[in-house]
């Protein structure tokens, strides 16, 4: 037997536990510890490998960033599956992002250093070589995107039996990733089709989620198992008690002085306010950086690249060793990996990003975690801020830059309230007491059974319409799908000619849908935008949206530098730019998310009270009293209706981003002009009009579809636009709309 580590000598319970755990893992699992330097089993890990090893249900392991949830499912699941001879994977680990695969692949490899257990990767950098080897011999583990288990249904559909019939675990990692959205019904139902197909006539397997920021634990169990939610276990490590610094800067915008402000050559892209401004930020930012590796996020691409471009020349004109870096995910692969291996190098080095960086990549030690502009959710912020402080005894520090206009007294009531600052404060004030956002599964997204629709033609080569039915909405994720929902589904995709009917009765793919399997993006749920690539000479930089198409001798930030256009190629979808010492902001499509009621209802609950935040800087605490006198002044915290013209009327709701969209869409109905302005709905009438359809709306609510009628953007998932109007108003009313939530405002506004 492997010698054991030296484990803790007192007695409590926790020792105890975590004593007992070691012994339940095989030799080969004890060995590789010992060769680690363990000295000890987190209590995450020693209570998962008690449940896994000694129940046979699903779990879900709910722990801090950096908290040893990979090896909490890991070693006891190695140690279960250490005999099991070759012939089938017998665990399946499914992750959101191919670096996050390159990375537990290493360390799940390590893992298995005193095993006889081989390790594969699956997705569309993995060389062809090693997945022949898999497919030839199936065994072990295997770490794969949902794209890519897409891609073994629909191309691999034959081999699924041998890769499969021995399957006992599969490992979801970023589980919160993947509730709420079309990657999650995706991934849910790619799971339920291998338990009814592949794995047909076999124990089933068993599923355990890692995550650091779920809201609702309900929702997540649903999730694993939908039939018996309540059997799936829940491990979750102890409260942190690491030591967190904070702090929330706030700037006045810099109203810039023409005659003082050096304009660099080709920069009359900028508006100089806004620029002086950035520039107060940036400097902050080269300040709190300097020495150290740290993570700084913005809300919007284009501001990531202003601000890398900016942090970098004044970093070099002061002499700064700390160089910036950029990773988004409209740069290219080898931009995005050079970052990651910079971020991993041990200098001192401060990567820009988007959501890439969000999630579990292995970038090293962070120090800071810094967020340009207010955080749209406390999930997501949580999340951010997990990367920092990654060792024992680091503390976890995050700061805050959010920029207000001072346009003084005689300025839109909006402005005055300093909205984005209480935003701020608000995410900060509800991720301290320990909330997070639950999340809403989809229900009625036609888009993504229409996806496995064709995925499931695809591996049978047709089947009875009944069958996909029973396939996709009895044991699967649809199960809110109703026949005649699915029978107009199926009546919208035959006039396209994406499915079409046999004599015999089984569906089969038409030309259309033949085309849209053999597409590349196809093994995608969700849309990708179509977009130009962006090269310097040979080298690829990045990629454009193609509805944002710069003209020949425009400048462009991109990858942290400036570039000029040289030359635009439509045919091709290439823009080839050269090095320049101009600079505009890229545009970039996409945007924050869906924004909680509570967090909108928090943001009033500060501006009502008179509480102070330590973690405010003075400029902060000066402009917070500027919006609470503002809201007190206007009556926005009581009075819901405020008219600041005789035809035009605010309705301050302080909801979140679902009852707006309903709010706005029953007044639409109406008859009132209106649109969305965060806490409120700006309505282009008298207050009195307001008034009325208001309590007309209480006396009969329309009809849910009715409402549906007026929201748009309609077609918001991947293949809406097979779709007819009835359809997707149906898929708005169900997962768009909040109309219960809705009628309670109305009632309250009387």
């Known amino acids: 037997m492997a010698p054991s580590p030296n484990l803790p000598a007192d007695t ?79 665990a399946m680990y499914v992750g959101p992002l191919r670096a ?65 019939a021995g399957l006992r675990f599969v490992v979801i990692d970023e589980l919160h990733v993947f509730l709420g959205s079309e990657r999650g019904l995706h991934l849910a139902s790619l799971l339920a089709r291998l338990r009814t197909s592949a794995t047909a006539g076999r124990p089933d397997f068993r599923v355990v989620g890692l995550s650091a920021t779920i809201g609702d634990m309900e929702v997540a169990r649903r999730f694993i198992d939908p039939d018996a939610p309540e059997r799936v276990a829940i491990i979750e490590s102890d409260r942190e008690e690491k030591e967190f610094r904070y702090r929330l800067h706030a700037y006045l915008s810099q ?85 990651e291996l910079e971020m991993k190098s041990g200098r001192p080095r401060t990567a820009l990003c988007s959501s890439t960086m969000e999630l579990g990549i292995d970038i090293g030690s962070v120090k800071m975690v810094g967020q340009i502009g207010p955080p749209w959710s406390v999930a997501s912020f949580k999340q951010r801020i997990g990367r920092s402080g990654r060792k024992d005894n680091d503390a976890r520090v995050a700061r805050v830059y959010i920029v207000n206009r001072d346009l003084g007294a005689n300025a839109e009531l909006l402005d005055r309230l300093h909205l984005e600052l209480v935003q701020a404060i608000a995410i900060s004030e509800l991720l301290f007491e320990g909330w997070i956002e639950p999340t809403v599964a989809p229900k009625l997204d036609f888009s993504t059974l229409t996806h496995q629709i064709i995925s499931v033609i695809a591996e049978t080569g047709g089947l009875a319409a009944a069958k996909v039915f029973d396939r996709l909405c009895k044991v699967g994720p649809f199960r809110a799908v109703e026949p005649a929902h699915f029978a107009q589904v199926l009546r919208c995709l035959g006039e396209k000619d994406i499915v079409e009917q046999t004599a015999e009765g089984d569906l089969i793919l038409g030309l259309l849908g033949e085309r849209l399997r053999a597409e590349r993006d196809f093994y995608a749920s969700f849309a ?39 030359h635009v190629d439509l045919e091709k979808g290439e823009i080839h730019v050269a090095p320049a010492k101009g600079r505009k902001r890229p545009l970039f499509l996409g945007g924050p998310g869906e924004i909680h009621d509570r967090v909108r209802q928090t943001m009033r609950t500060i501006l009502a009270d008179t509480k102070s935040y330590p973690y405010l800087n003075p400029t902060g605490t000066q402009f917070l009293t500027v919006a609470r006198a503002a809201a007190l002044s206007a009556g926005v915290l009581h009075t819901p209706l405020i008219a600041p013209s005789d035809h035009e009327c605010l309705w301050f ?12 869409a029953m007044l639409r109905l109406q008859g009132l002009t209106c649109v969305e302005r965060g806490v409120a709905i700006d309505i282009r009438h008298p207050r009195q009009d307001v008034v009325v359809a208001v309590e007309s709306l209480i006396k009969s609510c329309p009809a849910p579809a009715a409402i549906a009628g007026q929201v748009q ?38």
């Open 12 to 90: 409590s319970s926790t020792a105890i536990s975590s004593a007992a755990a070691f012994e339940l893992l095989s030799p080969g699992v004890k060995q590789q510890l010992w060769q680690m330097g363990w000295t000890e089993l987190r209590s995450i890990q020693a209570q998962a490998i008690h449940h896994i090893l000694e129940s046979s249900g699903h779990c879900i392991i709910a722990a801090e960033t950096a908290g040893g949830k990979t090896e909490a499912a890991f070693l006891p699941i190695l140690s279960n599956i250490g005999d099991e001879p070759p012939g089938s994977v017998r």
């Open 100 to 164: 996050l695969i390159n990375d537990q692949f290493r360390r799940v490899e390590d893992l298995c250093n005193h095993l006889e257990m081989p390790v594969f990767r699956w997705h569309g950098d993995v060389e062809a070589s090693s997945k022949k080897k898999l497919l030839r011999a199936p065994a072990g583990i295997l770490l794969i995107t949902p794209e890519s288990l897409e891609s073994l249904f629909v191309n691999r559909s034959g081999e699924l039996g041998n890769l499969f």
């Open 255 to 339: 109203a810039a002085d023409d005659q003082e402000t050096e304009k660099e050559a080709d920069d009359d892209a900028f508006d100089h306010a806004e620029y002086e401004t950035m520039r107060l930020v940036a400097n902050d930012l080269v300040e709190h950086c300097r020495g150290s590796s740290n993570l700084v996020f913005t809300n919007a691409k284009g501001d990531l690249e202003i601000y890398a471009d900016l942090c970098r020349s004044l970093s070099e004109s002061q002499g700064s060793p700390t160089e910036f870096l950029v990773h988004h995910g409209s740069l290219s692969k080898e931009i995005r990996e050079d970052t």
């Open 528 to 566: 990708t935008p179509e977009e130009f690539s962006v090269l310097y000479g040979e080298r690829p930089i990045g990629t454009l949206p193609l509805r944002i198409v710069p003209d020949v001798g425009e400048h462009i930030i991109l990858a942290g530098r400036r570039w000029k256009i040289a």
């Open 653 to 664: 709701t302080w909801m979140g981003t679902r009852v707006q969209t309903t709010l706005t």
């Open 713 to 750: 953007p309609k077609q918001r998932r991947k293949y809406d636009h097979w779709f007819d109007e009835g359809l997707l108003n149906s898929s708005l009313a169900q997962d768009v709309l909040d109309v219960s939530g809705a009628l309670t405002v109305c009632e309250n506004s009387k």
